[in-house]
Nanobody, 114 residues
Framework: QLQLVESGGGLVQPGESLRLSCVAS????????MSWYRQTPGNQRELVAT???????NYGDAVKGRFVISGDNAKNTIYLQMNDLKPEDTAVYYC????????WGQGTQVTVSA
């Protein structure tokens, strides 16, 4: 059974960067088809980025041009490089495989505040 564990969250100031990691275990892993979502209190989880292939990635409108999803199959890991962070990026970030009905990690908190 696939298990996902996120890390790398924290408190940063606006304009700074963070890199989140998600390590997979328990099942054969491919970084293709993996996604990052985020959620704030009282709101539904929002799709941040999906990696379909090395050349085909998809980003939510709010993060386009600032966030980059990548992965390393040899390390069973996907990443989310977040640049030029804004207070509205504050959320719990989750990695996911298989969409809303798929497998989720426990989440990692990202707080952007001056």
């Amino acid at each position: 059974q696939l298990q996902l564990v996120e890390s790398g969250g924290g408190l940063v100031q606006p304009g700074e960067s963070l890199r989140l990691s998600c390590v997979a275990s328990g099942s054969t892993f491919s970084m293709y088809g993996m996604s990052w979502y985020r959620q704030t209190p009282g709101n539904q989880r929002e799709l941040v980025a999906t990696m379909y292939s090395d050349r085909f990635t998809n980003y939510g409108d709010a993060v386009k041009g600032r966030f980059v999803i990548s992965g390393d199959n040899a390390k069973n890991t996907i990443y989310l490089q977040m640049n030029d962070l804004k207070p509205e990026d504050t959320a719990v970030y989750y990695c996911n495989r298989g969409g809303p009905a798929g497998t989720w990690g426990q989440g990692t908190q990202v707080t952007v505040s001056a």
